[in-house]
């Protein structure tokens, strides 16, 4: 993943479509490293994601341009290549795996960020009712090896409609997004066992994003 990572710094300080077209040809190589990294993970993960074995590497990954026409930054290019794993029939609402790879800020990620309000509510039935499944999956040493809590981003400050504020998962129940995710270091990347390091985290991560599935189906 060096030239990647060369490339996408090298794009942070020269964010502009005149540098991109002339560096053309370093973003297809860097490009298609990634692209080969997401088809290798794919295939090492058909033993215990079979859903997945469909799903063609070009597809998961993200456009590196940006959409400015809401945004005060209006550099064109994101700095950053991401991938999003998940059933291609369900695609960014249904539970799924994530590569974020940049310089000093790469990670791996897994969950359901930010469901439509029905999936939502589901989620948080299922959490009142079957909260000890949740909390022996969180509990899992393998888990806890990779992972420390979910993301809290805009997470509720009161407790949502229908559930006590004493509920014993409150702070759960309070969740918009069922996130987790593990910085991983810029030596790490380039290591011939990074796609071994993908492999363990999304393991560690299935268990959650069946949790998940069973919630919304």
């Given at each position: 993943?060096?030239?990647?990572?060369?490339?996408?710094?090298?794009?942070k300080?020269?964010?502009?479509?005149?540098?991109?077209?002339?560096?053309?040809y370093?973003?297809?190589?860097?490009?298609?490293?990634?692209?080969q990294?997401?088809k290798?993970?794919?295939a090492?993960m058909?033993?215990?994601?079979?859903?997945?074995?469909?799903?063609?590497?070009?597809?998961?990954?993200?456009?590196?341009?940006?959409?400015?026409r809401f945004?005060?930054?209006?550099?064109?290019?994101?700095?950053h290549?991401?991938?999003?794993?998940?059933?291609?029939?369900?695609?960014?609402?249904?539970?799924?795996?994530?590569?974020?790879i940049?310089?000093g800020?790469?990670?791996?990620?897994?969950?359901?960020?930010?469901?439509?309000?029905?999936?939502?509510?589901?989620i948080?039935?299922?959490?009142?009712?079957?909260?000890?499944?949740?909390?022996?999956?969180?509990?899992?040493?393998t888990?806890q090896?990779?992972?420390?809590?979910?993301?809290?981003?805009?997470?509720?400050?009161?407790?949502?409609?229908?559930?006590?504020?004493?509920?014993?998962?409150?702070e759960?129940?309070?969740?918009?997004?069922f996130?987790?995710?593990?910085?991983?270091?810029?030596?790490?990347?380039?290591k011939?066992t990074?796609?071994?390091t993908?492999?363990?985290?999304?393991?560690?991560?299935?268990?959650?994003?069946d949790?998940?599935?069973?919630?919304?189906?």
């Amino acid at each position: 993943m060096q030239t990647a990572l060369t490339f996408l710094n090298q794009l942070k300080d020269n964010n502009t479509r005149e540098w991109f077209q002339e560096h053309k040809y370093e973003y297809e190589q860097s490009r298609s490293v990634f692209i080969q990294l997401v088809k290798e993970i794919l295939a090492a993960m058909a033993p215990f994601e079979p859903e997945l074995s469909e799903l063609d590497a070009k597809s998961c990954v993200f456009r590196i341009y940006r959409d400015v026409r809401f945004s005060k930054d209006k550099s064109p290019y994101k700095t950053h290549y991401g991938a999003w794993i998940a059933n291609a029939n369900k695609s960014l609402v249904w539970p799924g795996y994530y590569i974020h790879i940049q310089p000093g800020e790469s990670f791996l990620a897994g969950g359901l960020w930010m469901p439509p309000a029905e999936q939502l509510k589901k989620i948080r039935q299922e959490i009142d009712y079957n909260g000890h499944k949740l909390h022996e999956i969180v509990n899992n040493t393998t888990f806890q090896n990779f992972f420390k809590d979910f993301s809290e981003e805009e997470k509720l400050k009161t407790a949502p409609k229908g559930y006590p504020s004493d509920h014993p998962d409150i702070e759960w129940l309070k969740l918009k997004s069922f996130t987790v995710s593990c910085r991983i270091k810029d030596a790490e990347l380039s290591k011939k066992t990074f796609k071994d390091t993908c492999i363990e985290v999304f393991q560690a991560i299935k268990p959650l994003n069946d949790f998940l599935k069973t919630s919304i189906e």
